[in-house]
């Protein structure tokens, strides 16, 4: 493109996601229209933030006006309402960017989470980046006339649009930098031509905003509308819960209260203060791998980065949301810088102290707001005696499971577990599994069932990974009820039912042979089972194994595994394995294969030739 042709106005279409999104949010969300300023107040305060980052290495951006701001100005006659800042501004791609494509906007991201319910998707609006398209729902048209910081002001451009499809783009000089976003107010919407509403929005949703916020008045004088200070920087004592919970909404968009909240100034060498919130509900992009959410990073008041990284708190807590604000690092600080920070270090492990120990209180104190806590964040805890050694026995400890005692929910901690053993019991039992089902109704609980022995029911898939890692509690080894020889000896409440060794007699010792011979290289071993009482067979691996369901978990995953042979255990005591004993003429190799076969089917595996296992089956019935 030739610099005329550069110069000259230029008409651009939306893209589709971008006039889907337009018609949603003019049609969808006009109950909850005053958002569409909360939206550009936070745009615009943004843009002051960006500069001031960016200034830290170029002052001269800056210019002749280096206290940001925001500025809102009313013109009833010509029903026009602007919303103005003296932030970083944008040059044409910029606009092109974020104003027009998909690009930077996560406008298909945004499209794909509205559910209908209009509180919900306003909240959303914020999460996406795509608050800029909200000012349709007031306005019959908008125009943007902005300059980037640093450029001369026959730089300026001015964009416009209707929300019906395209946009028009053109140069315009403009003395100042930053942006002005002017609405042309639809019929019906007089109410935000209103001074004292606008107020009151501004006061609602931006109170909290670290920089002033200015409401020009019919005088033409303006006036700060916000309290424009750093609400983490004021004494607790001044603080209220509805101030902690409407900047906690400022800060995510998080139609809910959250559980908690955790403010500390910390003083001395390292000065610092964070402020940590513990949501009630699970963010959309929870389980996401390029999630958005962390903390966030100041240095003296100075926005500086969102931790994206992780380096502020481990990523199993990245559920936490907040900021941390530090008086001693650079304003320059890199992510690289981050990385290798002693004082980045300490308040890591500090904040992570400050979060595992308001989870105990919680935990201890108010069983019923833990239980919600751990409905929409246990899975994600779970990640942290992985990812976090040093943490790991605090951790364990507040976490939750299903189990064969338990009440039917994942209710029962490691503590509990341990406080009902059995006199005499050196292990806490558990079993992973495909499902819950699965685990529920495995075979290998039969003995733990009959001497009333608790195991605990780890269906998830990250538990298989959590076992891997968590070797013991409080000192007591956990063990899998399906991996290696069992011995219950003493334990139960029924001493006359714990023989030492299964029992077998002759005919089935013979039994086992012929069907260790059958199955030839398919298992390492056949062997009498004490863990059945009502199956005939079970499968069990190695202690140094990887389980059945790791296995699987780790094939799906496209993972090379070393060989492994599982254990066939027979039922003695099982009339099926009687009578195969007692039978000359039995077909051992059909039946050993059937046994094989059903012991994978019950332990949540898969067949590789389910069709042959049909026909077996029915030729053994027939």
């Known amino acids: 493109m030739s610099n005329n042709d550069a110069q000259a106005a230029e008409t651009h279409e939306f893209q589709a996601e971008v006039r889907q999104l337009l018609d949603l949010m003019i049609h969808s969300l006009y109950s909850n229209r005053e958002i569409f300023l909360r939206e550009l107040v936070s745009n615009a305060a943004d843009a002051a933030d960006r500069l001031r980052f960016e200034a830290i290495q170029d002052e001269s951006l800056l210019e002749d006006d280096p206290k940001p701001r925001v500025s809102i100005q009313v013109d009833a006659d010509a029903r026009t309402l602007t919303i103005s800042d003296n932030g970083v501004g944008m040059n044409r791609e910029d606009v092109i960017d974020n104003l027009g494509t998909i690009a930077r906007s996560g406008t298909r991201r945004f499209l794909d989470a509205m559910t209908g319910d209009q509180k919900q998707d306003a909240q959303l609006i914020g999460q996406f980046g795509v608050g800029f398209y909200s000012a349709f729902i007031v306005a019959d048209s908008v125009s943007v006339h902005t300059r980037r910081a640093g450029e001369s002001a026959d730089q300026g451009v001015l964009w416009r649009s209707d929300g019906k499809g395209a946009f028009t783009l053109e140069p315009a000089p403009r003395e100042r930098r930053g942006t002005a976003v002017t609405l042309h107010l639809a019929e019906g919407q007089d109410e935000f031509l209103e001074r004292q509403r606008l107020r009151q929005i501004v006061r609602r949703y931006s109170d909290h905003i670290a920089l002033p916020i200015e409401l020009e008045d ?22 209220s819960d509805e101030d902690y919970q409407q900047f906690y909404q400022q800060l995510t968009y998080d139609p809910e209260p959250p559980l908690e909240w955790l403010h500390n100034k910390v003083e001395g060498n390292q000065s610092y203060t964070s402020l940590l919130y513990i949501p009630a509900q699970r963010p959309f992009d929870l389980f996401e791998a390029d999630t958005q959410q962390g903390l966030r990073l100041y240095v003296r008041r100075v926005f500086i980065m969102e931790d994206r990284e992780n380096r502020l708190l481990p990523r199993y807590l990245r559920f936490v949301r907040g900021l941390v604000d530090s008086d001693d690092l650079p304003l320059n600080v890199s992510r690289e810088l981050l990385q290798h920070n002693r004082l980045i270090d300490r308040i890591r492990s500090a904040s992570v102290k400050r979060v595992l120990d308001s989870l105990e209180r919680m935990a201890r104190d108010d069983a019923e707001r833990y239980v919600r806590f751990w409905s929409s964040f246990g899975t994600v805890l779970k990640e942290g005696p992985v990812e976090d050694p040093g943490n790991a026995e605090k951790v364990a400890g507040l976490l939750r499971f299903h189990s064969t005692h338990g009440d039917g929910g994942q209710t029962v901690s490691l503590a509990d577990y341990l406080a009902r053993r059995h006199e005499g019991q050196t292990a806490i039992y558990y079993l992973t599994g495909e499902s819950l089902a699965a685990v529920r109704n495995s075979p290998h609980l039969e ?65 086992i042979g ?78 050993a294969t059937l046994l094989l076969e059903q012991s994978v089917l019950m332990d949540g595996g898969r067949l590789d030739d389910p069709a042959g296992f049909v026909r077996r089956m029915n030729r053994l019935l027939d």
């Open 218 to 239: 019919e005088q033409g004088e303006m006036e700060t509308v916000n309290q424009a200070s750093a609400l983490w920087m004021r004494p607790k004592s001044e603080i």
């Open 447 to 511: 003995i733990f069932r009959q001497r009333d022995i608790e195991v605990l029911l780890l269906a998830e898939p990250i538990d298989e990974w959590l076992v891997a890692h968590l070797s013991e509690y409080d000192g007591v080894p956990l063990q899998s009820v399906a991996k290696g020889d069992l011995n219950l000896d003493g334990l139960g409440d029924s001493p006359e039912e714990k023989p030492e060794q299964p029992e077998t007699s002759e005919p089935v010792d013979a039994l």
């Open 514 to 591: 012929r069907i260790r011979e059958a199955l030839g290289d398919q298992v390492s071993e056949v062997r009498a089972s004490s863990r059945l009482t009502d199956s005939p067979a079970c499968i069990v691996v190695g202690d140094d194994e990887f389980g059945l369901n790791m296995q699987r978990m780790l094939k799906a995953a496209g993972h090379e595994l070393p060989q492994q042979k599982p254990v066939l255990e027979i039922n003695p005591q099982h009339s099926i394995i009687e009578r195969l004993a007692a039978s000359d003429d039995a077909p051992i190799d059909e039946w």
